[in-house]
């Protein structure tokens, strides 16, 4: 059975940083890209970034390109979400998610993605 477990939301004031961990079980976490989501409340859920099976390509939302950066670890099992200078737009339940298939390509459609942590909230005071 497929986990994802993510962790590090809370709030934190405009210009501060958090970092998000995903924590995956249940499947061979180094086969397998990961992306990160994010979905404010009244929208719907968008593209963050996302990351391949190595870790050596990394994509991202173009509200977040050099403030965020995505990361893994496939020793722990574990992707990352580095946040800096956050800004009140960025609130919002964040999620990983991993695609169905080993060695797919990254995508930033949502249904190229098949399992989904519960996600955490972040929220950023202005």
């Known amino acids: 059975q497929v986990q994802l477990v993510e962790s590090g939301g809370g709030l934190v004031q405009a210009g501060g940083s958090l970092r998000l961990s995903c924590a995956a079980s249940?499947?061979?976490?180094?086969?397998?890209?990961m992306g990160w989501f994010r979905q404010a409340p009244g929208k719907e859920r968008e593209f963050v970034a996302t990351i391949t099976w190595t870790g050596g390509t990394t994509r991202y939302a173009d509200s977040v390109k050099g403030r965020f950066t995505i990361s893994r670890d496939n020793g722990k099992n574990t992707v990352f979400l580095q946040m800096n200078s956050l800004k009140p737009d960025d609130t919002a339940v964040y999620y990983c998610a991993a695609p169905p298939y080993r060695y797919s390509v990254p995508s930033r459609d949502l249904p190229s993605y098949h399992w989904w942590g519960q996600g955490t909230q972040v929220t950023v005071s202005s």
């Open positions: 249940g499947l061979p976490f180094s086969m397998y890209a």
